[in-house]
């Protein structure tokens, strides 16, 4: 017998049979590095709450080279004016500067929190504001209404009803959602 007929002929290839060869994505030599979210929006929030500015929300985003931060601000007694965009900036720039990385490399973008701004926390910074509140009434109610915030508590706050003109006590666990309505 020759070597040609030793030979067995190749088997075809059934699609959707044969199991997929998963994809090996390689390790990056020069990975991006940018600085932490959460270390950031903590000092940065120290600093800025010394000019009377409190931020309400801080984001880190890095595609490729490309590293962004956005802040929202919030201003208790005035409105958020240019100059405190530009001072919360600064703060910024400063904390990135002082944790090792380049302030430069970084596009930093701060607002106010605005009209409808959502929050679930600090609810003592809107005391005396318009606010927009869903609440539970009981497993299977729920109430939604415009009212002022009154007072705010550890596990409470009182709102008074621009309807009824009557102060409504809401644990806050039984927030589903807030925010501001100006």
């Known amino acids: 017998m020759s070597e040609k007929n030793n030979r067995r002929p190749q088997r075809q290839k059934e699609y959707g049979i044969d199991a997929k060869k998963k994809k090996v994505k390689p390790v990056k030599k020069d990975e991006v590095k940018v600085i932490d979210q959460e270390l950031l929006f903590e000092n940065a929030k120290k600093l800025i709450e010394k000019h009377n500015i409190y931020l ?20 208790k007694k005035d409105s958020v004016s240019h100059n405190h965009c530009i001072e919360a900036t600064r703060v910024i720039q400063e904390v990135i500067k002082n944790n090792g990385y380049d302030e430069g490399d970084y596009t930093i973008t701060v ?72």
Do not use: H, Q
């Open 56 to 75: 309400l929300d801080l984001k880190v985003l890095a595609v490729k080279d490309n590293k962004k931060v956005y802040a929202v601000i919030f201003k």
């Open 111 to 182: 607002s106010s929190a605005g009209f409808r701004w959502k929050f679930d926390d600090n609810y003592e910074l809107f005391e005396d504001m318009p606010i927009k509140i869903k609440y539970k009434v009981d497993d299977d109610n729920y109430i939604t209404t415009t009212a002022i915030l009154k007072e705010a508590k550890d596990d409470y706050i009182i709102i008074k009803n621009d309807d009824d003109n009557i102060d409504i006590k809401i644990l806050k666990s039984n927030i589903i959602k807030t925010r501001l309505n100006c």
